[in-house]
Nanobody, 124 residues
Framework: VQLQASGGGLVHTGDSLRLSCAVSGLSFRSYLMGWFRQAPGKEREFVAAVSGSGSLTYYADAAKGRFTISRDNAKNMVYLQMNSLKPEDTALYHC??????????????????WGQGTQVTVSS
């Protein structure tokens, strides 16, 4: 199983970024997919998740209204569109795959597979 995140970078406050995660080696449509982030000196936190069909999405309060998670099951890809970025969004962003479909579990940081992170840095 591989989850390959990309799309991070150095941006300014108010800018946008689109993160992508390419997934292989699992039955993609069967997995709840999520994005997490970890800032230096802080614990990893849940950002957003999307159901297997893509019809249901879930967000952390910090992401609501600014971030949009989506997936393309034909391409085994999951995306995180981030708008109105703030310095406090600076973190290493990881994508993750959760097999059971438990939103409770993924909100608490649980997943079955993790990708390497992509760094997002927002300057003020």
């Amino acid at each position: 199983v591989q989850l390959q995140a990309s799309g991070g970078g150095l941006v300014h406050t108010g800018d946008s970024l689109r993160l992508s995660c390419a997934v292989s080696g699992l039955s993609f449509r069967s997995y709840l997919m999520g994005w997490f982030r970890q800032a230096p000196g802080k614990e990893r936190e849940f950002v957003a998740a999307v159901s297997g069909s893509g019809s249901l999405t879930y967000y952390a309060d910090a992401a609501k209204g600014r971030f949009t998670i989506s997936r393309d099951n034909a391409k085994n890809m999951v995306y995180l569109q981030m708008n109105s970025l703030k310095p406090e969004d600076t973190a290493l962003y990881h994508c993750a795959a959760e097999r059971s479909g438990s939103v409770i579990r993924i909100r608490k940081g649980g997943s079955d597979y993790w990708g390497q992170g992509t760094q997002v840095t927002v300057s003020s």
